[in-house]
């Protein structure tokens, strides 16, 4: 089973970029299919991007759309999601997850999640 560690987190100014990583204990399968989730201070968690490890299509929310990209790295087998023009509403502890639901954006749909990295935008 694949295990998930989150880095990459921290803060940045607003307007700036980040670039966070998910990197799995053992070889991501061909199956497996990544999400970015945040949770945002106070609210709950919610969907940023998905990629399916097969054939990288991605999916992203409305909030990131345009201005993130999230790709996979079969040599360093790893996960990253890119984000621009950051604002005070990206802050938020961020997640990577596991599941097999290709374009999955609901929680329920990934099964192993890493512990987070809380990214902080200051204005």
């Known amino acids: 089973q694949v295990q998930l560690v989150e880095s990459g987190g921290g803060l940045v100014q607003a307007g700036g970029s980040l670039r966070l990583s998910c990197g799995g204990s053992?070889?991501?399968?061909?199956?497996?299919?990544i999400g970015w989730f945040r949770r945002p201070p106070g609210k709950g968690r919610e969907f940023v991007a998905t990629?399916?490890?097969?054939?990288?299509?991605?999916r992203y929310a409305d909030s990131v759309k345009g201005r993130s990209l999230v790709s996979r790295d079969n040599a360093k087998n790893t996960v990253n999601l890119e984000m621009n023009n950051l604002t005070a509403e990206d802050t938020a502890v961020y997640y990577c997850?596991?599941?097999?639901?290709?374009?999955?954006?609901?929680?329920?749909?990934?099964?192993?999640w890493g512990q987070g990295t809380q990214v902080t935008v200051s204005s």
């Open positions: 990629i399916a490890w097969r054939d990288g299509y991605s």
């Open positions: 053992t070889r991501i399968f061909s199956s497996t299919v």
């Open positions: 997850a596991a599941g097999s639901t290709r374009g999955a954006t609901k929680e329920m749909w990934y099964r192993r």
